[in-house]
């Protein structure tokens, strides 16, 4: 169990999944987006760019190109339409003439500059064409026009531009794309985190219920888990595991009747049994009283199991148990008198005097002498069983405030109560499962195979039943350690002179040690 709450801690929530794939899903959308703009952005852009240097070639083709009748008069005529032409600081317009001679605008691009100048001057093919820009920098689009007179080349016209306006627009529009995505970005993983976590607020409440289930020991009637919208998702499975806890509910309260009916049942004709084998014992014959012994050890047996069961039952009906002080060293030398009529062994006591426990003192003899004696059916020849207490104090009281008891109590701490003996221990496959109901490991039925398996059960539901906690550690071939912890009774020494202090309140004492040997033996 602690270990599936350390991964359910370390798990990382649902609403978080939940905003981490909605913010997955928007920049995944978001930059499908920006690239398809980006993209449509430079096909317009270039596009824009492709008519302005036709319309260039177009208007020389009309101009100079359509007005001379010899190839000489190119030149001339170039000159003149170049020297009026406006253009920015990232074009050029030159002209290759029939003789060899190149006639380009001035205060732009240099043709000569550019990736393959040489090559756009000598084309004989209109066409479009992408270069490296000068230096190697950028990109330039241009456009190569033969021209043609009568039929004969008469020369070259070549219009040509640097990309770099149409980059430098793309940048800035993917800059723009990009801030605003990451605003948008962060204002929708914000908005959906707070609409996914208000959506699935129910369900939080719904595993906190389920978590406190636990603890309490009791299924509730219903989940108090009020949803936003009953008959969305959340609302199906809120009424399907509240219809889930009703029938769950309903056969624990069966099996708990048809446990305590049971019990009580069996309780009547076992004694009536065990009056009539008592009866036929007496009647002197030496083959029947045998048979009548064991038959008797065996209702004794029986008899016992139906107390554990009726016992099991009344806790699981809320058995109410005493809660007052009970002094834990005079406690546990009783527990080891009573140690002493099991079987050969040990049993050594060590607890301060002084420290008292809030508890029932009947029903915690009963849990210690039950372990005391586990130990010894099971601990084998020469075991040693050592009952030990000690204080673990939580927090303390503050000396200047006068709470009341109950708070005084609670702030006193715990006392833990070991018992621990030298046994060959309980095997790792068996440890989890030594407190469930008529569980026996394969150890515990070879070495005493007329119990039933209910002994730690019981002591685990009287602990639980005083307010405690009982946990068990083992080592195979090294022993075994039970803790009893249960709550401490403040033990605030009253005021000078008997004044002060509240009633029923235990005194400190000296806080001395008593070490005491009790050694079991059968017969001796």
Known sequence: MAAATDRRRRAVSLPTRLTA????????????????????????????????????????????????????????????????QAHGAD????????????????????IGAIGRGDELLASTAARWWTVAGPGGDGHVRALTVPLVLRGQPSGTLVVAATTTALERTVDHLLSAVAWASGLGLAFAVALAFLSVRRTLRPLTRMAAEIDAIEPRGELPARLAVTVDVPGDEVGRVADAFDSLLGRIDEAIASQRRFISDASHELRTPLTVARGQLELVGRLGDPDADRSVRLALEELDRIGATVEELLLLARLDEGLPLAREAVEVELLLREAALRGMLLGQGEITVDAPEGLNAVADPDRLLQVVSNLIGNALRHGGPGVTVTLSARRDPATRPDPAARPDPAARAAAAG???????????????????????????????????????????????????????????????????????????????PPAPGGAGGDPGEVGEHSGTVADVKVSGRRGG
């Open 91 to 110: 074009e050029v317009i030159a002209v290759r003439t029939s003789g060899g001679a190149v006639l380009s605008t001035s205060g732009g691009l240099d």
């Open 21 to 84: 794939i909605a913010a997955l899903l928007v920049a995944a959308t978001v930059l499908v987006v920006a690239g398809v703009a980006a993209r449509l952005m430079r096909d317009d852009l270039g596009a824009t760019l492709d008519r302005q240097l036709g319309s260039a070639a177009t208007s020389f083709r009309a101009g100079p190109a359509g007005r001379i009748t010899d190839p000489a008069q190119l030149a001339g005529e170039a000159r003149r339409w170049l020297a009026v």
């Open 414 to 492: 715990e006392v833990v109560i070991d018992v621990a003996d030298t046994g060959p221990g309980i095997p790792a496959a068996d440890l989890p499962h030594v407190f469930d109901r008529f569980y026996r490991g394969s150890a515990a039925r070879r070495g005493v195979p007329g119990g039933a398996g209910l002994g730690l059960a019981i002591v685990a539901s009287l602990v639980e039943a005083m307010g405690g906690s009982v946990g068990v550690r083992s080592v195979p071939g090294q022993g075994t350690t039970f803790s009893i912890r249960l709550p401490a009774l403040d033990a605030t």
